[in-house]
């Protein structure tokens, strides 16, 4: 990596964020104005959005627009964005009085715009609509940011496996030749999404309002709800609405992609959409019997609540229509094993991701036929194609550097004095980008009460968990500030 940073494209990238940015904080004015609420929490945030928005555009004259990104460009780029949107976007919350100290209002905004889902807000319905529904689009801006980085931008830098298992090289060629066509109708898929989801919910007798922001929170699999009960007070239809919806959105949008190019063959070759639907379908239909014979739930009840808890956690959603801290010890130890699950590539979930967990297993089948057959050549095969060693390689470590950062992580907040369930699953959480967790951080609970050194940890997790890991820990190395 001895290419030298190219801080004019750095800026251009960043100064097109702030001008999005600006924009989404003045629709919020709209919403404001439509409730007779203070507009001016936003007017002060759009001008300063606005203006950073300005001074990097400024500063990026004389940039040559058929230059290329590099890999190091990429990777600052990519992290100084969600850190500066966290930042910016946490300013409503301070203004407004909402959300009082920086790192609470911090905590809450890159929650949203990285899709997690947590929060620090102990009564979420005193705030005012507009400053909810903000709280809301942060999660669907995320969304489609996230959605463009692993399709459009970890391709090329090959972080994790990412040039193989995200996509099929046939698509990959495509993106690359033709970034904004594809890009475009992505963002056409992403908005397809979320009004079908609106519209269905409004027709189970959600408000509009309502509607729009469940509807955010569940295509960018965030979670957040201007409701204190999330979903759960809701009726069963709106429910099936949203775990559907929850299905769609954790499913790796080449996925979406291939079925509006009609390209069925390549659907049904996806191993690791196989993968995921019968991870769902296993863990569900297992929690679902242990509410049916350990707490003599009806069957209906039974499948909805274990079947929508468990595509919330393993899409990395964040809703929740039951408290499972109150289901059987072993239901919930299975919902905090399905924290590390994780959605598909090429997704608004977070977490280490199915394929990776596919190859894995795969890895783990080679081992032991390999011990029976020592002189074998074994390949291991992914949609029909060799893994080569250097992705399969890239894929273990990123496993391995996955659960070193969690167990960094919780040891930092049990030092803080945090107890050990809550500890491992605010870490396990926030590097996945699920929200809520168990112990003191269950789904009837929220992260108010945490230290606020244990916050900004958890908000660096956020950080670096939705980015991969790598795109964020690599500017702490020396070699990367090198020319």
């Given at each position: 990596?001895?290419?030298?940073?190219?801080?004019?494209?750095?800026?251009?990238?960043?100064?097109?964020?702030?001008?999005?940015?600006?924009?989404?904080?003045?629709?919020?004015?709209?919403?404001?104005?439509?409730?007779?609420?203070?507009?001016?929490?936003f007017?002060?945030?759009?001008?300063?959005?606005?203006?950073?928005?300005?001074m990097?555009?400024?500063?990026?004259k004389?940039?040559?627009k058929?230059?290329?990104?590099q890999?190091?460009?990429?990777?600052?780029?990519?992290?100084l964005?969600?850190?500066?949107?966290?930042?910016i976007?946490?300013?409503?919350?301070?203004?407004?009085g909402?959300?009082?100290?920086?790192?609470?209002?911090?905590?809450?905004?890159?929650?949203?715009?990285?899709?997690?889902?947590?929060?620090?807000?102990t009564?979420?319905?005193?705030?005012?609509?507009?400053?909810?529904?903000?709280?809301?689009?942060?999660?669907?801006i995320?969304?489609?940011?996230?959605?463009?980085l692993?399709?459009?931008?970890?391709?090329?830098?090959?972080?994790?496996?990412?040039?193989?298992?995200?996509?099929?090289?046939?698509?990959?060629?495509?993106?690359?030749?033709?970034?904004?066509?594809?890009?475009?109708?992505?963002?056409?898929?992403?908005?397809?999404?979320?009004?079908?989801?609106?519209?269905?919910?409004?027709?189970?007798?959600?408000?509009?309002?309502?509607?729009?922001?469940?509807?955010?929170?569940?295509?960018?699999?965030?979670?957040?709800?201007?409701?204190?009960?999330?979903?759960?007070?809701?009726?069963s239809?709106?429910?099936?609405?949203?775990?559907?919806?929850?299905?769609?959105?954790?499913?790796?949008?080449?996925?979406?992609?291939?079925?509006?190019k009609?390209?069925?063959?390549?659907?049904?070759?996806?191993?690791?959409?196989?993968?995921?639907l019968?991870?769902?379908?296993?863990?569900?239909?297992?929690?679902?019997?242990?509410?049916?014979?350990?707490?003599?739930?009806?069957?209906?009840?039974?499948?909805?609540?274990?079947?929508?808890?468990?595509?919330?956690?393993?899409?990395?959603?964040?809703?929740?229509?039951?408290?499972?801290?109150?289901?059987?010890?072993?239901?919930?130890?299975l919902?905090?094993?399905?924290?590390?699950?994780?959605?598909?590539?090429?997704?608004?979930?977070?977490?280490?991701?199915?394929?990776?967990?596919?190859?894995?297993?795969?890895?783990?089948?080679?081992?032991?036929?390999?011990s029976?057959?020592?002189?074998?050549i074994?390949?291991?095969?992914?949609?029909?194609?060799?893994?080569?060693?250097?992705?399969?390689?890239?894929?273990?470590?990123?496993?391995?550097?996955?659960?070193?950062?969690?167990?960094?992580?919780?040891?930092?907040?049990?030092?803080?004095?945090i107890?050990?369930?809550?500890?491992?699953?605010?870490?396990?959480?926030?590097?996945a980008?699920?929200g809520?967790?168990?112990?003191?951080?269950?789904?009837?609970?929220?992260?108010?009460?945490?230290?606020?050194?244990?916050?900004?940890?958890?908000?660096?997790?956020?950080?670096?968990?939705?980015?991969?890991?790598?795109t964020v820990?690599?500017?702490?190395?020396?070699?990367?500030w090198?020319?």
């Open positions: 990596m001895n290419h030298q940073i190219n801080y004019k494209i750095v800026l251009t990238v960043l100064s097109r964020n702030l001008f999005i940015l600006t924009g989404s904080l003045l629709v919020c004015c709209l919403v404001a104005i439509i409730y007779s609420e203070n507009v001016l929490p007017v002060f945030s759009a001008m300063v959005s606005l203006l950073a928005g300005f990097a555009f400024l500063s990026c004389g940039f040559d058929n230059e290329k990104i890999r190091r460009d990429a990777y600052l780029t990519v992290t964005s969600w850190l500066i949107i966290g930042l976007g946490c300013l409503p919350y301070l203004l407004s909402g959300i009082p100290g920086f790192v609470n209002a911090l905590f809450e905004s890159v929650s949203g715009f990285t899709t997690t889902g947590s929060s620090i807000l009564d979420i319905e005193r705030l005012p609509k507009s400053i909810l529904f903000w709280r809301s689009l942060t999660h669907w995320g969304g489609i940011g996230i959605i463009v692993v399709i459009v931008i970890m391709p090329s830098l090959q972080i994790g496996g990412y040039h193989l298992f995200t996509l099929e090289s046939s698509l990959q060629d495509k993106i690359q030749s033709k970034i904004k066509s594809v890009g475009r109708r992505l963002l056409l898929i992403y908005i397809i999404l979320t009004l079908s989801e609106v519209a269905l919910l409004m027709a189970g007798k959600m408000s509009l309002y309502e509607s729009v922001c469940h509807a955010f929170g569940t295509v960018a699999t965030g979670g957040f709800s201007p409701k204190n009960s999330s979903i759960g007070e809701y009726s239809y709106i429910q099936y609405v949203i775990m559907i919806f929850m299905v769609l959105a954790g499913t790796n949008f080449a996925i979406h992609y291939y079925l509006y009609r390209e069925f063959r390549k659907i049904k070759e996806n191993e690791e959409l196989r993968f995921y019968l991870v769902i379908i296993v863990l569900g239909l297992i929690i679902t019997g242990t509410l049916v014979f350990k707490m003599q739930k009806p069957p209906e009840m039974a499948f909805r609540e274990s079947f929508f808890q468990v595509i919330s956690i393993i899409t990395c959603t964040g809703f929740a229509t039951a408290d499972y801290l109150e289901w059987p010890e072993f239901a919930w130890a919902i905090f094993i399905a924290m590390f699950f994780g959605g598909s590539t090429g997704s608004t979930a977070g977490g280490i991701k199915m394929v990776r967990h596919l190859m894995a297993l795969k890895n783990i089948r080679k081992v032991f036929r390999l029976v057959l020592p002189n074998a074994i390949p291991i095969r992914l949609n029909k194609h060799i893994v080569n060693d250097q992705t399969n390689y890239s894929i273990l470590t990123f496993i391995s550097a996955y659960f070193t950062l969690f167990a960094t992580g919780s040891i930092l907040l049990i030092l803080m004095g107890d050990g369930q809550t500890a491992t699953s605010s870490v396990a959480t926030c590097m980008g699920i809520p967790g168990i112990g003191t951080v269950g789904p009837a609970s929220n992260f108010a009460h945490l230290p606020q050194m244990a916050k900004v940890v958890l908000t660096f997790l956020m950080l670096v968990g939705r980015l991969e890991i790598y820990l690599i500017l702490f190395s020396r070699e990367f090198k020319n």
